[in-house]
């Protein structure tokens, strides 16, 4: 981990409730910097602006706004969303988040979701082992077939960018940089089959 | 990370000393035309008998030696003539020995495990050597014919040569392309392409692949450490002689 500090969103409307979780963790013995936020919107910005490793929400904040969420985690993969509960929610809504804390639980128990939820993800060694995301493989997909990086961000309603860091992460994951390498990978692996690669 | 015994090379350093530790010194020695036979000779003896400048030597061999920061580099324009031929003796060996090494060991791979990824791999690599090709000979053709007459001019003679055409500075980026689909060669080779029987040709392509890495890594550097450099000072000189 970077410096083995942790950056954190806190996404919740009360201002009370917010407080209250960085006191309480303030003893916790965890390194945290704390962004504090109280719309999505705010939580979109952030995560574009800073190096965001984890993102404590209230569902009520994305009640509504499902796809923008879906978007904002298929586009940065390595960010873990936890749920801040107040009452019981859904589970479709649920299902969309990688757990959730209960208002009523004790600092330790947050303290020990936050660690795990952390330590989970070691970038460098685990990205390496890690097969590609479906998100990647679509990417992989038209990169192969011998689509730009722009027509697969119009194809798939991301941004160009957004395109471009999913190619690094594949570079990163099978280590190959080349779009003709990575055809052969994508034979290889059954990801596209031959006579669809692009003569 | 050294790759030999020695963590600097001096003047006094033996040279056969620096090939024994690390065997690709032998390819360093080729490329300046030197044979082996080196009994006890030091690096300064090395460089007088064969005329060889002393700096240039000693930066190569640390850059063979695993060595990349060279904060101040200082090379006389004498010294361009001879990293040109050092140059092109590593063009030489990559497309007349090397290229075609790999070329026959992916043909003979083939014949042991005619997969269609192999047959992949094989035009992925003539494509790939086509590039490669393509930008020795234009180094060749174009920029050494260019830094040669940039040095004519310099010394008061008149080669035809317009300043206009072209800068040095240009042709940086071709090298990150050709060192990037080594890379992803020796990947396939190691992770991905499935094997059948072709443990003993598989192992001598990966060695062959990793020697040409490893000199064209330093070619690349020698270009863009030394000769670039060396080569912007001139278009300098000339530009400021111009302007007068």
New interface residues.
């Given amino acids: 981990m970077r410096n083995s500090q942790i950056h954190i969103i806190l996404a919740e409307p009360s201002p009370i409730v917010q407080t209250g979780i960085v006191e309480l963790l303030a003893k916790s013995g965890l390194h945290i910097k704390w962004y504090e936020a109280d719309s999505f919107a705010e939580v979109q910005r952030l995560i574009k602006m800073e190096a965001i490793n984890l993102v404590i929400i209230n569902p009520q904040l994305v009640v509504n706004l499902e796809k923008s969420l879906q978007n904002l985690r298929s586009e940065d993969e390595n960010i873990h969303w936890i749920a801040l509960v107040y009452a019981m929610y859904d589970t479709p809504l649920m299902a969309m988040f990688d757990g959730s804390v209960h208002l009523g639980d004790s600092p330790e128990a947050i303290a020990s979701l936050i660690r795990h939820s952390i330590n989970e993800d070691k970038p460098e060694d685990s990205a390496n082992r890690q097969p590609l995301s479906e998100r990647e493989i679509d990417v992989l997909k038209l990169l192969v077939t011998g689509f730009s990086n722009k027509e697969i961000a119009d194809k798939l309603a991301i941004s160009t960018y957004t395109v471009i860091s999913h190619r690094k992460n594949i570079t990163q994951k ?5 779009v ?2 990575l ?3 994508a ?3 059954g990801i596209i089959t ?1 006579n669809s ?1 692009a003569e | 990370m050294r790759l030999t015994n020695y963590s600097t090379i001096t003047p006094d350093t033996p040279v056969a000393e620096l090939v024994l530790s690390n065997p690709y010194g032998t390819l360093m020695l080729e490329h300046f035309e030197v044979d082996l036979m080196l009994q006890e000779k030091t690096v300064a003896q090395v460089c007088a008998e064969a005329g060889i400048s002393l700096e240039l030597f000693l930066t190569v061999a640390q850059l063979f030696n695993g060595e990349h920061n060279f904060p101040n580099l200082k090379f006389q324009l004498t010294d361009v003539q001879q990293i040109i031929s050092y140059l092109k003796h590593c063009h030489y060996y990559y497309t007349e020995e090397k290229y075609p090494q790999i070329k026959a060991y992916i043909q003979l791979l083939k014949k042991f495990n005619p997969a ?2 192999i047959i ?2 094989e035009r ?1 690599f003539q ?2 050597f086509n590039e490669v090709k393509e930008h020795l000979e234009y180094e060749n053709n174009s920029v050494f014919p260019y830094v040669t007459a940039l040095l004519d001019k310099l010394a008061g003679r008149n080669p035809q040569i317009s300043f206009s055409e072209y800068e040095v500075s240009d042709y940086k980026d071709h090298h990150d ?1 050709i060192e ?2 080594l ?3 020796k ?2 080779l190691i ?4 094997a059948q029987n072709d443990r003993q040709v598989r192992r001598k392509l990966l060695f062959s692949l990793s020697e040409l890495e490893f000199d064209l890594h330093i070619h690349s550097e020698i270009e863009d450490l030394i000769l670039v450099p060396l080569v912007e000072q001139i278009e300098n000189e000339l530009k400021r002689k111009h302007e007068k």
């Fill in positions: 099978t280590g190959i940089k080349s003709s390498g055809t052969i990978y034979v290889v692996k031959l690669v | 269609p990824e992949m791999l992925f494509e790939y392309n990037e689909k890379s992803d060669l990947n396939l992770k991905y392409l499935p």
